[in-house]
């Protein structure tokens, strides 16, 4: 570890079993014009036992060739299609020699002891499966972006914080799960659950993951030293029928294959209001058409969704009512007011 100290590693990193502590994960697709402020700040981290790969996931702006060129320690690993963000990623995992995946969203900037404060948070909780940063907006870095996603009794996910004074979130804490934008994994847990399901494409796919990592007793938690700065949505373009339709579809996807029965049951009426709240949402996002293409890409993934179930809840261990107490009631997104349950 190079830092402050002066020590070059710590210790209690090291396992023989893994070449790096830490690989760092860069999904690109036509990120030319910004990743360069991204795997430069990676590449200044004062923890410095790592690998990097960015995966480039069929670029047309010529990204590829590009970080080839500049810089000639990073892996670059070129796919043949385009596949989406989810598929991208796991390419990565697919590569990766670390112990910890950090994943990092290409249009993202990390303060330069943003490794150094996530290892230490993922080391301190034996019960981790992954650790969010506090991430703030990019251009305004006096507000967050994101301090870990929240999961409503309605279903619905929201990004902790968002849009918040940043100086309200300065402690660490337990959240339902982690951002996919500048997170720390455990690479086992991460391998054991499969990484990202690709049949997600992009959004929720994080939401997703926790759920899943949580079913089986592990917790996610947000770390607020390690700082990040996101420049939000610049991979997709937020108003779009695509995004829109992934969304809404996306939604529905967690809820069937990750809820267990007794909850759906007993959340009914409220998952339905949070349909209804997100098909709002989606039409204001991405029109009619958003909502069609959501419903119908749904549909068409019904059967493999009931067979994901059947497999995640066979091995579930967490109990529907400590699921229960890490759901909210509901989140007020304009204020981050958190109503729990009791």
Not at 67 to 89: E, M, Q, Y
Request: net charge positive; charged share 25%.
């Amino acid at each position: 570890m190079s830092s402050q100290n002066g020590i070059d590693r710590l210790d209690y990193y090291r396992d023989t079993r893994h070449p790096f502590a830490v690989s760092f994960i860069i999904p690109n697709y036509n990120g030319k014009e910004f990743i360069h402020v991204c795997i430069e700040s990676v590449l200044r981290q004062s923890f410095k036992d790592f690998e990097v790969i960015v995966v480039d996931d069929h670029s047309t702006d010529g990204s590829a060739e590009y970080i080839k060129s500049k810089w000639h320690d990073i892996n670059v690993i070129p796919l043949k299609r385009n596949a989406g963000f989810c598929h991208a990623v796991n390419a990565g995992i697919d590569y990766a020699h670390g112990k910890y995946i950090a994943l990092i969203n290409s249009d993202i900037e990390l303060d330069s002891r943003w490794l150094e404060y996530m290892i230490t948070a993922i080391e301190r909780y034996r019960d981790a499966f992954s650790i969010n940063a506090k991430i703030l907006n990019f251009y305004d870095r006096n507000k967050m972006d994101d301090a870990g996603d929240v999961y409503t009794r309605e279903g619905r996910a929201f990004k902790r914080g968002y849009n918040q004074p940043a100086e309200l979130y300065t402690n660490a804490a337990e959240i339902f799960s982690a951002s996919g934008a500048a997170s720390l994994y455990k690479a086992k847990l991460l391998k054991q659950l499969n990484g990202l399901d690709e049949l997600f494409v992009a959004y929720l796919d994080d939401v997703d993951l926790g759920f899943r990592a949580r079913l089986i007793g592990y917790k996610n938690y947000f770390e607020p030293q390690a700082i990040a700065y996101h420049k939000v949505n610049m991979s997709y373009k937020k108003r779009s029928i695509l995004m829109g339709s992934l969304v809404l579809k996306n939604n529905v996807s967690v809820i069937v294959k990750d809820m267990p029965g007794s909850l759906i049951i007993k959340s009914f009426p409220w998952l339905i209001l949070g349909h209804l709240k997100s098909v709002k949402y989606i039409y204001s996002v991405g029109g009619v058409r958003a909502i069609l293409k959501g419903y119908y890409t749904f549909l068409k993934t019904v059967p493999y969704l009931f067979k994901e179930r059947i497999k995640i809840q066979k091995i579930r261990s967490i109990s529907t009512d400590d699921l229960n107490k890490i759901m909210l009631k509901f989140y007020n997104q304009r204020t981050a007011e958190e109503v729990k349950y009791k």
